[in-house]
């Protein structure tokens, strides 16, 4: 029920407050979603969606941050693998 | 698709296994609140890889479980009237009162329709003015925006044709009914990401203040879930509980501003009825009285439902304890055997993301028998 999936904001359709809308496009296939609760996105954009609405945006720079920490991780293990081996 | 795909990467949850095994001096007991993030730790196999040292227990987060089936059959009766239409999500058509569900109410001719969004529902409405279109809004604090929405735009358009059964549920209220219990085994708490996309962490704190266990933002693919793990071992091993969030990318400390102003302007907590548990105090919301035109219960009230009920007591179905953690689903008597997703007895069987279903999904038969909780 709580599932949200990131896409991208490809167009903005709609500017009105209460009925923002633009095409959001999830790895290819794309949407009519509501950006009323995330009226400053903009295109290029990343949005969670929810139920045909976008909840927040993903926040792109912390992302990589994350990502990058990850792969530090991922390489410290190759280090160990290979002293061990 | 970008920010799934590198959070699912296998590459990258092997060191945070890793990490988790190392962190932890003695088997760890934490519970994941959402029914979404159990279904990824089972699907990915991640409560069987942490095996030996996270025992993962699964929590009340599924809204499709917790709708009294009361709501239910208030919905079919009002689907028995006629010109009305009656639309929800999907999973929530599959799940049955304490007769019949709402895809047998379609089968036996009611208009009962799937939408993806409530926003379908109000255009619906828009396209059938003859007829009345009633929304089933269920839900935790990630769909409540979308709802509230719904009703915003209903309001403005002044559709009187559309109105909403409203049965959302807060997240908050039931990890404090958890807690309270006698005997309560939970060391730390995975708290449900796209919950808190939408309300923020602050109102945790209070929380980790008064049960002394660490509370951790957590989102829903691999990476995300063992990430979140492993922080929330090492809050419990180092004995300092806080609020800490590992599902940065999505959510801000006090959540979705615009998204929660939304929410306040159409609903207010309320005393809330939560099916297998019982009521949980301000454990739900209910419609502001400024829009009570648009309270489906108010415009079709409940016609008489007693010769309808069932013996809650004599139904064998343990979702009460599986809801709550007190019992894996693998451990009650009737899991797998009389009780399967095509002959369910209770809910979390029914819905997809019920804990039951992900457990006969997804748990190799193994775990099917396996030893219960101590
Ligand atoms: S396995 Fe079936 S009977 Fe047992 S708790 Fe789950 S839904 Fe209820």
Request: proline share 7%; hydrophobic share 40%.
């Amino acid at each position: 029920m709580c599932l949200a999936v990131p896409g991208k904001v490809v167009e903005w359709l709609d500017p009105d407050p209460l009925f923002a809308t633009a095409v959001v496009e999830f790895g290819g296939i794309r949407r009519t979603v509501s950006l009323a609760c995330v009226p400053e996105s903009r295109i290029g954009d990343y949005v969670l969606v929810h139920a045909g609405v976008a909840i927040c945006q993903v926040d792109e720079e912390e992302a990589a941050r994350v990502l990058a920490t990850l792969e530090d991780l991922e390489d410290h293990l190759g280090d160990g693998d290979e002293v061990r081996r | 698709m970008k920010y799934v795909d590198e959070f699912r990467d296998a590459a990258k949850c092997r060191p945070l296994i890793e990490k988790i095994q190392q962190t932890v001096t003695t088997p760890r007991t934490i519970m994941e609140v959402c029914g979404g993030q159990t279904h990824g730790l089972l699907a990915h196999g991640i409560d069987e890889a942490l095996r030996d040292c996270v025992r993962l227990l699964h929590g009340p987060g599924c809204p499709v479980c917790v709708t009294p089936a009361q709501i239910i059959d208030h919905a079919i009766q009002i689907a028995a009237q006629p010109d009305v239409i009656i639309t929800s999500f999907g999973d929530m058509l599959r799940v049955p009162g304490n007769g019949e569900s709402l895809l047998e109410c379609r089968a036996a001719g009611g208009d009962v329709r799937m939408v993806y969004s409530p926003l379908d529902a109000v255009r619906l409405a828009q396209q059938e003015p003859d007829r009345q279109v009633v929304f089933l809004a269920v839900g935790f604090e990630t769909t409540l925006p979308a709802t509230a929405l719904a009703v915003r735009q209903a309001s403005q358009l002044m559709l009187t044709n559309f109105s909403l059964l409203v049965s959302h549920v807060r997240v908050q209220p039931a990890m404090e009914l958890i807690m309270q219990e006698p005997g309560c085994l939970v060391e730390g708490f995975l708290a449900a990401g796209h919950v808190c996309a939408v309300s923020g962490y602050q109102s945790y704190r209070p929380f980790v203040e008064r049960y002394r266990v660490p509370v951790v933002v957590t989102g829903f693919e691999p990476a995300d879930l063992l990430t979140g793990i492993l922080e929330c071992v090492e809050l419990i091993e180092r004995q300092t509980p806080d609020v800490v969030n590992r599902y940065e990318r999505s959510v801000r400390e006090s959540g979705n501003s615009a998204a929660m102003a939304l929410v306040r302007e159409v609903y207010e907590e309320c005393d809330q009825e939560w099916r297998g548990i019982g009521t949980i105090a301000q454990g739900g919301y209910q419609l502001r009285e400024a829009y009570r035109d648009l309270n489906a219960s108010l415009r079709f009230p409940i016609q008489d439902l007693s010769q309808q009920f069932f013996d809650v007591a004599a139904s064998p179905c343990r979702a009460g304890d599986v809801l709550t953690g007190r019992i894996r689903p693998s451990e009650c008597e009737h899991f797998g055997t009389t009780c399967t997703p095509h002959n369910p007895l209770g809910a979390p069987m029914v819905s997809t993301e019920g804990a039951c279903a992900a457990y006969y999904r997804y748990a190799p038969p193994v775990s099917k028998t396996e030893s219960p909780l101590p």
